[in-house]
């Protein structure tokens, strides 16, 4: 199983970038899909969460508006593209796979059973 998060950078306040994670190794069109994050000296957060489908989405509070996840399950990619970016942005972003696109409501604070390596995106003027 593999999943290779890239896209990252430096962007100045208000930037986009787009992180991208290709997965392989495993029945990609059957697990959600999500994104997380971590910035120095603060625990891993949710940020995004795509069902199998793609049909449905989940955004944590503070990116809704901003941030969008899709998926091309052809290619077997997951995308998060991220608007109007700020410095409290800034952090390693990690991709994420599941069977389940929640469990008893909870979307991201469960075991997920995949993790790839993390991008780091780094907000600042």
């Known amino acids: 199983v593999q999943l290779q998060a890239s896209g990252g950078g430096l962007v100045q306040p208000g930037g986009s970038l787009r992180l991208s994670c290709s997965a392989s190794?495993?029945?990609?069109?059957?697990?959600?899909m999500g994104w997380f994050r971590q910035a120095p000296g603060k625990e891993r957060e949710g940020v995004a969460l795509v069902s199998a489908s793609g049909g449905s989405t989940y955004y944590e509070a503070s990116v809704k508006g901003r941030f969008t996840i899709s998926r091309d399950n052809a290619k077997q990619i997951v995308y998060l593209q991220m608007n109007n970016l700020r410095p409290e942005d800034s952090a390693v972003y990690y991709c994420a796979a599941d069977r389940w696109y929640t469990s008893d409501g909870v979307y991201f604070d469960r075991p997920y059973e995949y993790w790839g390596q993390g991008t780091l995106v780094t907000v600042s003027s």
């Open positions: 190794g495993f029945a990609f069109d059957f697990y959600a």
